[in-house]
């Protein structure tokens, strides 16, 4: 009974892409310690270092004492709700200018709630390929058809909108700003302009830009100044905010639509509301003393040849990725090696994530070493 299993997992033994979880012995905002090595971390998405830090988080302590429990027992909609949501989402929809917003567990429950009840049957909805996978899940969820668009390619999305939106009612674009595994920046003006001209909804995930991009932190829809174009928006807490859990923010008439439909929302219990104040402490208290750090951040981003804070370095073969990421482990950085399925076949990769911690001396060695292994490619 168990024998396809186990054949499974052999398989992917055998490609070089068996995964396993990993118990670090801890960590602070800028270092992981594995088996007694001090690494520098090169693999977090704590982005402006909030999280693992000590000082922040008895600052915050020491504000909110014990006024907030650490656990809802309820789903929002039955006893789940304090003044607590209430206050951080009405400053989410404050500072986007938006009609409402709705909070969800995660990223993860954000997209895949967003995108399974956006679009049903009859309707369509327009991704690009290299979306991240919870929106995948989502549009999978959905009734509605779907259609992956080569990545960043408006020329292929505006033949597929020609071609196929009078098919159908309800039409989606969707679409990250910052893709979590290229770092790279999609072409949001162009996605405004064709969602516009062909009668869509846009939603944008934000998931990486936000706390990060804009003068505000509020993403790369604000950088660009099209936070009133975009009809839905993602952002999350548990990445550059150091807390966890996620918001769509947007048109009031689709976030009352998503507390009706989206059953990520409807059916999970509310987060702790202890996460819920230290997100919304960080956001007032904390972010806006990030904005010069956050440019040196991007700036060294941009000089390894990203757009962003992300930057990929493609191996391609799977044991050699993996290869790699024991050498610089052994030189004193942790990196892991990124495999199909979350990035395409033939892609594996390093995938080194910037903090406002780290600063270019930091990485001389690392960019040395990785320029002297005969390993590598092809690499941005």
Known sequence: MFEKYKNALCELQERDNFRTVRNFDFKDEKYIYLNG????N??????????????????????????????????????GTLPIYRELENLITNLFNSGGTLLFNSGYHANVGINSSLAGKGDVI?????????????????????????????????????????????????????????????????LIELKNKYNCIFVVDEAHAFGVFGRNALGVCEELGLLNEVDLLVGTFGKAIGSMGAFATGKKLLIDYLINSARSFIFSTALPPISIAFSKWIIENKLQETYGKRMNMLKLGRKMGSQSHIVPVIVGDNARTVELCDILYQNGYFTLPIRPPTVPQGTSRLRL????????????????????????????
């Open 37 to 40: 090595n001090k690494l520098l």
């Open 42 to 79: 090169l693999s977090s998405n704590n982005y402006l270092g909030f999280a693992d830090n000590k000082k922040i988080t008895e600052e915050f302590l020491a504000e909110a004492g014990a006024k907030y429990s650490f656990g809802s027992a309820s789903a929002r909609l039955l006893t």
């Open 126 to 190: 327009f991704s690009d390929k290299l979306n991240h996978a919870s929106i995948i899940d989502g549009m999978r969820l959905s009734e509605a058809k779907f259609f992956r668009y080569p990545h960043n390619n408006m020329e292929a999305l505006e033949k597929l909108l020609e071609r196929e939106r009078n098919n159908f009612k309800t039409g989606v674009i969707v679409s990250e700003s910052v893709f979590s595994m290229d770092g790279d920046i999609a072409d949001l003006s162009k």
């Open 353 to 380: 994530s910037l903090t406002t911690e780290i600063d270019e001396k930091d990485l001389e060695k690392l960019c040395s070493i990785i320029g002297s292994t005969k390993i590598i490619t092809e690499s941005l």
